[in-house]
Nanobody, 123 residues
Framework: QVQLVESGGGWVQPGGSLRLSCAAS????????MAWFRQAPGKEREGVSC????????YYADSVQGRFTISRDNAKNTVYLQMNSLKPEDTAVYYC????????????????WGQGTQVTVSS
């Protein structure tokens, strides 16, 4: 079992930055693909970014490419999402998720989820 706890959300003005953290316990994340999803009110949960454990590849949704960066610190068993140049449309609850298989853009591909952290981008 893997327990995931997100932190780092909050309110920021457009153009600002936030760094989300996802701390894991129960098992090492060394053999898990780690992803960030987000869900805005009235919308479906969507994949934002993923970090593969197999070859270190990272993947980004087109909407965040060039602005967000996913990284992991295996020593701390933590995954991060650095979010720069934030836009109002980035407002959502952000979730981290773990898959013992591979990165996927589908929520069904992940066995473990955190509780989410709210990110609000507005002036």
């Amino acid at each position: 079992q893997v327990q995931l706890v997100e932190s780092g959300g909050g309110w920021v003005q457009p153009g600002g930055s936030l760094r989300l953290s996802c701390a894991a316990s129960g098992e090492t994340l060394d053999y898990y693909a780690m992803a960030w999803f987000r869900q805005a009110p009235g919308k479906e949960r969507e994949g934002v970014s993923c970090s593969s454990y197999r070859d270190g590849s990272t993947y980004y949704a087109d909407s965040v490419q060039g602005r967000f960066t996913i990284s992991r610190d295996n020593a701390k068993n933590t995954v991060y999402l650095q979010m720069n140049s934030l836009k109002p449309e980035d407002t959502a609850v952000y979730y981290c998720a773990a898959s013992g298989i591979k990165c996927s853009w589908y929520a069904q591909g992940y066995e473990y989820w955190g509780q989410g952290t709210q990110v609000t981008v507005s002036s």
